[in-house]
């Protein structure tokens, strides 16, 4: 799962905007749009999150689920 608050941050360090990971993730801007503007954790098919996901990841970024080790017990990113 990804939030909406983790999708804007990882979209800032890679400095993309919203239409370059929508062309990397094969998504739509709206889609995109969509996704950020959600309240918490993005919601959709798990076509759309896994290839959001792995054009995150393909940038070079790894997502921090809750609990996993970080310096806190947040959501977050990180570069790899």
Do not use: C, F, Y
């Amino acid at each position: 799962m990804i939030s909406a608050a983790q999708l804007r941050a990882a979209r800032a360090l890679l400095g993309w905007d919203q239409r370059r990971l929508a062309e990397l993730s094969g998504l739509s801007v709206p889609t995109i749009q969509r996704m950020e503007a959600s309240e918490d954790m993005i919601r959709g098919n798990v076509d759309s999150l896994m290839k959001l996901i792995a054009a995150l990841e393909a940038g070079g970024l790894e997502l921090i689920g809750e609990g996993a080790p970080s310096t806190s017990s947040g959501r977050g990113v990180r570069l790899k």
